[in-house]
């Protein structure tokens, strides 16, 4: 049988940590991390074939499972048409059409190849719109791993405890201002010193690189208003919240319209995709139209855009995300059941195709640092899980998530394995 530790130690020696992204390599909760060779619904195989029912859907795309026949006869369709023309195509018009139909409060939209990039350029544009040099971000809060946006940014860079990166310059990093997030006075005391300097405020509606955190009551209706009083853009980071937590992403929840409203992940239905979208008024700066360059030789790549309209097309299916919802809603009130049975810390919520989870005794509000205890928790739960065959994020700075494809089958060996974890933890925990 193939070693992972063997694959795994190959990988290290040419490719950094061995991986390709840096979450990926358990730095957070140590061990060898699986090598997976196959997905099917709501499963992945590793190479040693152990099965593992799946919540990270690669991280949010997978939100029609791994393998969705209809996803892969479309991808299959345009694969035989030739992968790329560096051109205009009829698919780029038809998903730039159905997406505007689904989010009201955009009328154009551009597509670009991963979140990273849509965030960047979001960033960029805004500056240029608004004639202005710096952005206020979220502590925890993610938008991809541009200069910019890479200050006080979660994620991977947070497991790894980097929350900034050496190579991003001081000169760009002083344009950055850092908020709390739910924490309406520190925007707004930011605003009042720097206003004449702020293009833009840009969060994720609803968090998900802190685990995931949602955004308190009046929370996105008081940063429009600030945005408006201050003369800044709201930029919207839904790369992992479109199309996963509602059809309309965090519009249809709340009904707050941002400026600027960046997707990916599910849009590309297990593809390299994002895009950015708002009005007329500010789309039009972009060039070819106006001054602000962004290009892209493999932007609105076919394969992408066929996998996410397949993907598209099944969610928007009438009560898809009803029945999502019921999913991750049952999941986390039996994990939550549990654990209160049990005595045990911790934390669950769910919203559509998305949950988190921690081990703290208080709801996650914004930011959290996790005392001793907490990680170690956290990181006994995480490896329990794994051997079980249970594939979570490695990290409690995560969001998990669920597909359609997951059963109820599923959710009850989640479930049952959790209750033997908090069964056996240490005496003061015991049942
Ligand atoms: N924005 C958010 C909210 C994300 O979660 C991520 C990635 O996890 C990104 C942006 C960056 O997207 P990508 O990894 O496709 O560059």
Known sequence: MISTQNLHDRAKRIIPGGVSSPVRAFKYVGGTPPIFVSGNGAHIQDVQGKDYIDYVGAYGP???????????????????KGTHFGASHELELEMAEKIISYLPYIEKIRFVSSGTEACMSAIRLARAYKGKRKIIKFNGCYHGHSDSLLVSSGSGALSCGQPSSPGVLDEQAKHTLVASYNDLESVKSLLQEFSHDVAAVIVEPIAGNMGMVLPQEGFLAGLRKLCDEFNCLLLFDEVMTGFRVAL????????IEPDIVMLGKVLGGGFPIGAFAAKAKIMDMLAPDGPVYQAGTLSGSPIALAAGS???????????????????????????????????DFQASAIGGMFGINFSERTVTSYPIYSSKERQLFISFFHKMLKSGINLAPSPYE????????SLLDIEATLSTFKDFVCNLSREYCC
């Not at 299916?317 to 049975?341: D, H, M, N, Q």
């Not at 969001?399 to 997951?406: D, E």
């Open 248 to 255: 309309g992403g965090s519009y249809e929840l709340y009904g």
């Open 310 to 344: 397949a993907t598209l097309d099944l969610i928007s299916a009438p009560g898809f995300f009803e029945s999502l919802g019921e999913k991750s809603t049952r999941l986390v009130s039996g994990l939550k059941e549990i654990a209160v049975e049990n005595n045990v």
């Open 62 to 80: 997978m939100i029609v499972g791994h393998g969705n026949d209809y996803v892969l006869k479309n991808v299959s369709k345009y694969l035989s």
């Open 399 to 406: 969001a998990a998530f669920i597909s359609s494809s997951h």
